[in-house]
């Protein structure tokens, strides 16, 4: 159901069209009058919450038809594959009240966020869980009905997802046998043992008070890392959620002018990086740091700082 073209392309003649909204895309939001400044785009952007009322418009539109939508799909507070695009705060509630309202269930994809990748993203006079709480909707107090989990399950030491739902959904398969409602979606594979093992040993670890300061600490340190690329005048968004990371390069930070995905940037950036022992990939513009929770707060700093060497390397003069 990605919005990515390239991702879609040799499926197409397969796949089912299906409605979908704009991305809350503060950075290069149409609605977004401000003009750009050094900071997150999230924190200076001008508007009224027009995302919000084109989400509202829709599900109006279908409720019209008698048609209401069944469901609505998220990767709450940001979305990975797209970009590392950020939500306002606000915007995963509001939406999901707007979904609710007509009876259409949540749906919640947090095989990136989840797994404490976003605990300490919110200001803690707005989340009450947020020590506790290992996933991105319940920093906006979302309850989705379905939510699907992986990469940080076994903190990736071995392959195991999983889909969670509601005891409600859960009872809708259940009956006599003859009524042929049982969910004949298993693999040969599900619930592998090591792979459960991994995931129980993992959040054992994940709830530690240590292991929960130390993700606090990095996030924080992190933040304030990042605040050293603005003086870079190819850095055009910094957008930090929890220990998720995406740094925009742009032409001119003044003019948001982006790079043509021909010229590489990003992946020149990141080529620059992995000479100076950091690794990680770019989306189109966008670097990505996504580090381990091992990190130790020097690595932090020297992530960032390899980051600051790479920016200024590749776009020195005649460079790029
Ligand atoms: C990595 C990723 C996926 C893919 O998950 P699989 O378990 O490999 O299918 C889906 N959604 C998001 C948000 C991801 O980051």
Known sequence: MSGHVGRRKRFSSLLEDYPSVSPPYCYRCPFNRAQPERADAREYRRCNWE???????????????????????????????????????GWLNRVSQIARADGAHLIADEVMTGFGRTSFSTPSTLSSRRSTSLFACHEEQVQPDFLALAKGLTG????????????????????????????????????????????LASLDILFTPASVRAREKLQKTLRTELQTLWTLPNVGDIRQVGLIVGVELVKDWRTRKPF?????????????????GVLTRPIGNVVVLMPPYCTTERQATQIVSVLRESVTEVFAMGKL
């Open 51 to 89: 995302c919000i009322d084109k989400v509202e418009q829709r599900f109006a539109a279908q409720r019209t038809k008698g048609n209401p939508y069944a469901a609505l799909i998220v990767e709450p507070l940001i979305q990975g594959a797209a970009g590392m695009i950020p939500q306002p705060q």
């Open 156 to 199: 990736g030491y071995l392959p195991m997802a999983a889909t969670l739902t509601t005891q409600a959904v859960f009872d809708a398969f259940l009956g006599d046998y003859a009524e042929f409602k049982t969910f004949f979606h298993g693999h040969s594979y599900t619930g592998n043992q090591l792979g459960a093992a991994a995931a």
């Open 260 to 276: 043509k995905l021909s010229e590489r940037a990003g992946i020149r950036v990141c080529e620059a990086m992995a000479r100076r």
